[in-house]
């Protein structure tokens, strides 16, 4: 249990609010829990934006939980339990035996489900009966009620409501609704009368979206594959590093795996061949070795290290060009950063070096420099460390912001500096028709935004209504048909000819990352059924 807490919070009790309205402190309090269940129990693996209340009983021998799923307070997990993701085990309900989840279930207050039985022969007494477990098994999609009871050996099929105070003793087929000790099936959940959810809510508009990308998927990142095997951006683009990257992201976040046709094996050889031995950067195709003014290579740092990531490799070499920095060098350059003139070059750097940091086995002296050179420079007024310009007003700053936190303060859990100043100055921005309205505002610009109002929010509700109201613009703007069928999203979503208003993977793979982003600050993301795991992976992941 964790011993900074003396009672279960809000938290153990509704643990799906967890990860919308958690601060730092909290959310660094249950990594460190999950991280000692992690160590001790054998055979476990947590996924992403798990939550673990310290106040339930998890003394499993197995226990694996797909991404987004929690066990609440007070409830009781022995034995092998496994579930895929969106899973739920609710306050004061048992998992015991061999279970296995699908993805998808909600499993009610107070409810067992008993995955193993006793013997009751009337020549011995029960206490000395074997123990016999045939396992539980539940689908997809499946809403078990409160005050149910399972026994050993059922399978529920995937989409089955069971009724609270239910006793299910015998396998259940799919959507069935069921009520009753014991329980039996009602009708098909399928029937009318059922009520279907407005195909106005947003929820719905999500759903729908997420539907049509996971179902195009494949035949957009082909468009962009050449006869030579190599990735674009779009056909007839140069091959590049990045729309490897972008491939292997857009491929992980909607297929769950690496892009058709392609072997994780084979991605991850190709990719970590890219990387120079001596300095740890990557080189655009076709360029010399790397150096710190090569934006591409520090953007690099980035999209490969996490495609690696994605891949379940990593970075064959150090990125000696950062680790092998001093402290004093890293002052120095840093310091010499055109914050002023060219905030989001000077952001793009702090990305790139936060990130080398990250993917760097061990703590690092580097790592106490770089925050404490951001925490002494921020502005107290503006929450940032660039300065408005004339010719374009708060973007260089606010764009500047959000690149130099993404590597830093997003990536490592820490608390922003000024998170009510940063939301004054994001907000201001947002409002600029130079660059935001019904048919302007890039990914980009919309990312620069959304993503310090998403990451300030972890720490304060300072004007959070308007924050909310904007993203929600900005979601009906996306949904309103801005996909283009097979072919994605463009970077720029206005009409015009130039490159950055064609389809492509860049602006796919950063529209669906923004997409989750805006919905996760109006509390909806469940619905899109995805999660960045990438470049633009929101929290920091649970390492076992």
Partial sequence: MDTETTRPERFDHCPWEFWSRSDTTQQARQLAHQKELLGRIADASFGERVFVSPWAAVHADTLHLGDRSYIGGHAVVTDEVRTGRDCTVNPYATVRGRVTFGDGVRVGAHTSLLGFNHGFAPDTPVHR????????????????????VVVDGVTIGDHCVIGAGAVVTKDLPAWSVAAGNPARRLRDRRDAGTTP???????????????????????????????????????????????????????????????????????????????????????????AAPSWSDSDAMYHIL??????????????????????????????????????????????????????????????????????????RA????????????????????????????????????????PERTVDTVLTHSKDPAWFGPDRGTACDVLDVIHPLWLCARQTTHRLGEG?????????????DRWHDDAGFSFALEPGERPAHRPGLQGTEMWLAVTWLLAEHLGASEALGYRPRGVHRPLPPVRG
Avoid: K
């Fill in 379 to 418: 502005d107290p007024v503006q929450g940032m460390w660039g300065a408005r310009r004339s010719e374009d007003g708060l973007r260089q700053p606010v764009n500047g912001f959000y690149r130099a936190t993404r590597g830093t303060y997003a990536q490592f859990g820490l608390p922003l500096p000024y």
């Fill in 468 to 480: 909310r109201d904007w993203a929600r613009g900005q979601l009906d703007r996306i949904l309103n």
């Fill in 303 to 376: 999209s490969v290290g996490y495609a690696l990531d994605l891949l379940g490799s990593r970075f064959p070499h150090p990125v000696r060009a950062v680790t092998e920095l001093s402290p004093e060098e890293l002052v120095r350059r840093l310091d010499a950063l055109p914050w002023r003139t060219e905030a989001w070059r000077s952001g793009h750097w702090v990305d790139g070096v936060g990130t080398a940091l990250h993917f760097a086995a061990g703590p690092s002296p580097l790592t106490d420099t770089l925050f404490g050179w951001l925490l002494t």
């Fill in 197 to 287: 959810r407005r195909s106005s809510s947003l929820d719905a508009r999500l759903e729908q979206f997420a539907e049509r990308a996971r179902e195009q998927a494949p035949a957009l990142l082909e468009r962009c594959r050449d006869s030579a095997g190599t990735w674009t951006d779009r056909p007839g683009a140069a091959p590049t590093v990045r729309a490897v990257c972008d491939a292997v992201e857009i491929a992980a976040l909607l297929l769950d795996g690496p892009p058709p046709g392609e072997s994780g094996p084979q991605l991850t050889a190709r990719l970590a061949e890219l990387q120079d031995p001596t300095t740890g950067l990557v080189p655009e195709i076709g360029r």
């Fill in 129 to 148: 009966q074997p123990l016999t477990s045939q396992g539980i098994t539940v689908g997809d999609d499946v809403w078990i009620g409160s005050h149910v």
